[in-house]
């Protein structure tokens, strides 16, 4: 039976939003301390540290809503998963698709060095979107002509990263809709190119970008296909602090990144190709429920992140009693008073991220902006 999401949420958030503070003070500390003395230094430390955080996502899924990921791919790619430098591209078909992404990168050991290009906004979302830009993360305006920049210079320090990192790439600029798509239908027909079912169209600039600036140094590509079977809910933040499982198909098949091609068209048409293939294998699924043609690799279910998240709640439950002893000396209604604003405070901040990753509040990008009656489909 479900939980209703608010006896979670509270208490949760007061858990995530103490800790995150914590470690977002450490990650400014070791910014301002360490990285000028030492920046691979201070990537590795801030790799550990913003596990400490990052890990409480990962207890969500896997010990209270216990959402399933069934990953497909060959055991030699499965083997390298976590041991090199990768380009992640991926359709973005759920609320919570970075979230699976980080359960496969704390599976390879390189979750703290799991990075992604986002909108700028996310970098402004409290706690989560702090540690992001104290991780390198890629942050862009959706405009070209400021993001072309912003891409090369973000590469170029990616280039002495000193451990195994995944950068992630939705080519396809915005979560996946119904509304979205037939945008990106109606756009695909006045441009003469395959008609899309089950993706979108993808904006390749940013993945040209990419495969041209880190193709000396980032030996391969995972093209990653999410699906969600037909029998199964899509996955939500509000369903996973409510304890409602899924179910989440993940397929990663490896490229090479020097069988590419040289030239801009043709890196832009094989991104264009591989979402074609995506786009059938999909029908295929929800025609057939035959997902995958590669080998079903078993990702467990490591104890690391509830003994994170029991740690600490420990921590935590202790410096609470022990600020309220502290607190004895203020009258009872001023106690009441602070504990009522925090949870307050609390409850706001955990809306603003629970909103942050909703589909139907993403935008779409501005190619399938086609006409104003049809955008606000999109609101």
Same mark, same amino acid.
């Given at each position: ?101 980080? &359960?496969?990168?704390? *599976? ?6 799991? $990075? /992604? ?5 996310? +970098?402004? @979302? !409290? ?43 939705? &080519?396809?600029?915005? *979560? ?6 037939? $945008? /990106? ?5 006045? +441009?003469? @190119? !395959? ?185």
């Amino acid at each position: 039976m479900a939980i209703p999401a608010a006896l979670v949420v509270v208490p949760v958030g007061v858990l995530f939003i103490l800790s995150g503070l914590i470690v977002n003070l450490i990650q400014a500390a070791l910014l301002v301390l360490l990285r000028p003395l030492s920046k691979s230094l201070y990537r590795r430390t801030n790799k550990v540290i913003v596990e400490l955080l990052w890990l409480e996502l990962i207890w969500l899924i896997d010990w209270w809503a216990s959402i399933k990921i069934e990953l497909y791919t060959d055991a030699a790619t499965f083997q390298l998963m976590g041991k090199e430098h990768a380009l992640v591209i991926c359709n973005h078909r759920s609320d919570i698709d970075w979230l699976v992404g980080w &359960v496969l990168a704390q *599976r390879s050991s390189c979750l703290g060095s799991a $990075l /992604a290009i986002i909108k700028r906004s996310a +970098k402004f @979302l !409290p706690i989560i979107g702090w540690s992001m830009w104290f991780s390198d993360y890629v942050f862009l305006e959706r405009s070209w002509a400021q993001d072309k920049e912003t891409l090369k210079f973000g590469f170029k320090q990616l280039e002495d990263f000193p451990i195994p990192f995944w950068l992630a790439l939705f &080519v396809e600029g915005t *979560r996946f809709t119904q509304a979205k798509l037939v $945008l /990106a239908q109606d756009y695909a027909a006045s +441009k003469g @190119l !395959p008609i899309p079912r089950n993706v979108l169209i993808p904006r390749t600039k940013g993945f040209v970008s990419a495969v041209y600036h880190m193709r000396s140094f980032v030996p391969a590509i995972y093209d990653c296909t999410v699906a969600i079977p037909k029998n199964q809910p899509p996955p939500t933040m509000l369903r996973m602090f409510r304890g409602q499982p899924s179910v989440v198909n993940l397929q990663i098949r490896r490229h090479l990144m020097q069988e590419l091609p040289e030239t801009v068209d043709g890196i832009a048409q094989w991104c264009k190709d591989i979402f074609v293939t995506k786009d059938a294998m999909l029908e295929k699924y929800f025609t057939t429920d035959a997902f995958s043609d590669l080998e079903y690799q078993d990702i467990g279910r490591p104890k690391k992140s509830l003994i994170v998240v029991i740690s600490w709640s420990c921590l935590l439950l202790f410096g609470i009693i022990k600020l309220f002893q502290w607190f004895s000396f203020l009258a009872s209604w001023e106690v009441v008073a602070f504990s009522v604003t925090f949870l307050v405070i609390v409850t706001i901040v955990m809306q603003i991220l629970i909103h942050s990753s909703e589909s139907k509040r993403s935008t779409p990008p501005k190619v399938f902006q086609v006409d104003s009656t049809k955008e606000k489909l999109l609101c």
